[in-house]
């Protein structure tokens, strides 16, 4: 065997051989090097332009779905270049400690931050740059943002040759000159002017440790978004980093921490500057910054104007009327529940308002619902069918006890307890007590998993909540509560909201076009169609809100709201829809502070929300026909039935009296009503002895009454007893789901 691999392997030299004479080894030799040629050196810039200026850079232009102009994002050609040797010490240390440690080490990679990078990458799935500072000088001043291997081989290339013609000094000074920090401000000294309206060379620690910050993100990172809080987490964490490096000590550190940064004025020019910032930052992600600020990108968006600017008014003439209610802000947003469009975002009254911190953005921040998220509670209990609009859930004092947990003994906004209800009353009328039995029955863990399934991201771990999260114990953002209302007006798919319609350059190329596609199916039509029928019922709401309020539409019966208001009255919010239209509106305070009296949303937002719902039906009026309606439909799954009034049971033959109904198919009550029972009695007072109530045998005694309606937790309600009862108490962990 051994003679015959020699001689396998001799002619395999031999075809080598013979291959490298013909003429098919140098056509093989030139075509990989006009392959090469042509995806890497082509067109590849030179090195030696980075000490040139950009020319001709072409504006991006952001616009509403009509094609109407919201903002159009350039660069200044007259920049302000700085020398490194005028430069404070701590702006380049900044600089370095944020961006690339190593920076004097290496000669253009940092082979820990790639492995890093990669790791992060493929292991925890969490996207990171491994990037140097001259990687990001030749890529943010040379290339495109692009992601693919052409790009990144080409940046290789020119980050070496970068490291050879220039020296360290030279790249840290080119960087600081021409890597974006936002807006229009590229390299530090127009950040310096941009941000605090001064030279660089006279920034403070902490304000270089902002400006340092910047690079990584400038949209999300600016002091200017819709998030500037996220600025200053930006600035401590580079501040953190030269303490770590050594190029300043902790006190220094901590005193930068601690100064206030005043900004300069910023700039009006820009039309519903909110959802602006909100698309910018995700146009960022995907293209990059300088792409957007000199690539000349066509951006059609979602946003009608039209409906946006009313929004705007209506937020800002509203709130102004709330100042004796210590109310400073409000928000609004517009969405397609069938497409998840955002037509509106108003993330303040005042986007340039400093009293009251109008940059920061409403709609995607966290606040507490209050009750605007009991429908997501009920809709699970109609899928799992353990209520229907009929079960009744007596409103009567009731406690709950969890192992390690004290004793909770919810009430109502009004202080009043309502005695017997109907889930569709409990609902429209927002009662506390039957909300929490229903989420005692549903469970903690399906909830958040049904409530997170539809749209709500801030809802984690069950071990972090309680009952009281039906009530608004956990914080939301108006846009997950956007989405997943809208699975309600959707019939139970969810479409999550979108802000782009088209991404095109200048030359008329489309990078993106968003095309609408069906989202999931979260639920089934029949329960979103029941809660969507119960929030559109005035009749339902009219014990706590009246005949006549603000969630009324005129000349539209058929949208369906919800109001929530927190029991510290720091949040007020109303939700409603149609399946067309969906508008949330909130005002409260940004500095979380409580507003002085708020009447259970009527008088907060529903104002607000009452306005811009009536603009947007009757602009769908003018566009469709007069009083156009859109109802929303029955699903073939739901049937109606008569019902007894109180007990929400089948009439029968008992002669009660009755009201009509709708239920899931297989779900209308079977059980006759008979209110005669036979019930537990304390010997000593003559109290109704309560489920959980810990009464000795010898203390009580069995009494037949005439009139006792028993709900869905087995509580009961004596009408005809001499004496009421103690509040109802339950085990959680002894109940059967």
Known sequence: MKPRKRKIRTRRKSKLLSLFKEKKFWLLIFFVGLAAYWLVFKDLPSPTSLTSSKINPVSTKILDRNGKL?????????????????????????????????????????????????????????????????????????????????????????????????????????????????????????????????????????????????????TRYSPFGSQPALAKKRQEYVLDQMVTVKFIKTDQAEEAKKEILTYKEHGKGIKAPHFVMYVKERLEEEYGQPVIEQGGLRVTTTLDLDLQEFAQQAVASEVAKLKKEKVSNGSALITNPKTGEILAMVGSKDYFDKEIDGNVNVTTSLRQPGSAIKPLNYVLGFYKKIITPASLVLDIPTCFRSPGQPLYCPGNYDGQFHGPTQVRFALGNSFNIPAVKTLAFNGLEDFIATASAMGIS????????????????????????????????????????????????????????????????????????????????????????????????????????????????????????????????????????????????????????????????????????????????????????????????????????????????????????????TIAVNKENGQPIQPGQNIPPEKTENQEHQQVLTDISGSFLCLDCSFPSDPAIFNLGDLKR
């Open 458 to 677: 801030t809802f984690k771990d069950p071990k972090n909540y309680g009952l009281s999260l039906t009530l608004g114990g956990g914080e939301v953002k108006m846009v997950d509560l956007a989405t997943a209302f809208g699975v309600l007006a959707n019939q139970g798919i969810r479409q999550d909201l979108v802000s782009l319609l088209k991404v095109e350059d200048y030359t008329g190329k489309i990078l993106e076009d968003s095309a609408i596609e069906e989202g999931n199916r979260i639920l089934p039509p029949e329960p979103c169609y029941l809660i969507s029928h119960i929030l559109l019922d005035n009749n339902a709401r009219s014990a706590m809100f009246g005949e006549s309020s603000y969630l009324i539409v005129k000349g539209h019966p058929e949208v369906a709201v919800k109001t929530g208001t927190t029991n510290d009255r720091r949040d007020n919010w109303t939700i409603g829809y149609t399946p067309s239209f969906l508008v949330v509106t909130w005002v409260g305070n940004n500095d979380n502070k409580p507003m002085s009296y708020v009447a259970s949303g009527v008088t907060g937002a529903s104002p607000i929300w009452n306005k811009i719902m009536r603009f947007a039906l009757e602009k769908q009026d003018r566009e469709k026909g007069k009083n156009f309606q859109e109802w929303p439909v029955k699903p073939d799954g739901v049937v109606g039935s008569p019902i007894c009034q109180t007990s929400g049971l089948s009439p029968g033959d008992s002669g009660c009296s009755t009201r009509f109904e709708y239920f899931i198919e297989g779900t209308v009550p079977q059980e006759t009503e008979n209110l005669k029972r």
């Open 70 to 218: 919201l903002y159009e994002i350039y660069v200044q050609k007259n920049r302000t270049p700085v020398k490194l040797s005028e430069l404070p010490e701590y702006i380049k240390q900044a600089t370095i400690a944020s961006e690339d440690k190593d920076f004097y080490k290496h000669a253009g990679f940092d082979l820990r931050g790639i492995a890093r990078a990669l790791f992060n990458t493929v292991f925890r799935r969490k996207l990171q740059g491994g990037s140097t500072i001259t990687q990001q000088l030749a890529k943010n001043a040379l290339l495109t943002q692009e992601r693919t291997i052409q790009r990144k081989i080409r940046e290789a290339l020119l980050t070496l040759a970068i490291e050879l013609i220039y020296s360290k000094d030279t790249i840290l000074e080119m960087y600081l000159n021409q890597i974006p920090y936002g807006g229009t401000a590229y390299g530090i000294g127009a950040a310096a002017e941009n941000y605090f309206g001064k030279n660089a060379a006279d920034l403070t620690l902490a304000q270089a440790a902002l400006l340092a910050g910047l690079p990584a993100s400038p």
